[in-house]
């Protein structure tokens, strides 16, 4: 197989993800949508290696692996505790202030004396 074929396919991967980041606003399509990233990375990796012969590639993509376990692990982590303070997981009100228990956006009443 020529080695162009993987690497048009790995950009077509990677520029889906990284689509997937931009428009995303549900927090575990974004970590999905890095997620196809790194396996884009990874085959650019592999390709790499079977086509250079230097036995590089391979170790880089077990490393590029190992980071992606650990994303996935601490991304959902942090996705349930936003989803237990928040109760949603959307993207655009991360940097927002939980809402109050006692009923949303009301204003405190004013005193007037």
Do not use: C
């Not at 931009?22 to 997620?35: F, P, W």
């Not at 250079?52 to 650990?70: D, E, K």
């Not at 982590?77 to 956006?105: F, K």
């Amino acid at each position: 197989m020529h080695p162009v074929i993987p690497y048009v396919l790995a950009a077509m991967l990677f520029g889906a993800g990284v689509y997937g980041v931009v428009v995303r606003r549900n927090a575990v399509l974004v970590l999905m949508a890095v997620e196809l990233m790194l396996g884009a990375v990874n085959l650019v990796l592999v390709t790499a290696d079977a086509t250079l012969r230097l036995h590089t590639g391979q170790t880089l993509a077990l490393f590029v692996i190992v980071i992606a376990a650990a994303e996935v692990g601490l991304g959902l982590a942090i996705v349930l505790q936003l989803y237990r303070l928040r109760r949603s997981i959307v993207t655009d009100d991360v940097g927002a202030e939980p809402a109050s228990a006692e009923g949303g956006d009301a204003e405190p009443e004013k005193v007037v004396a």
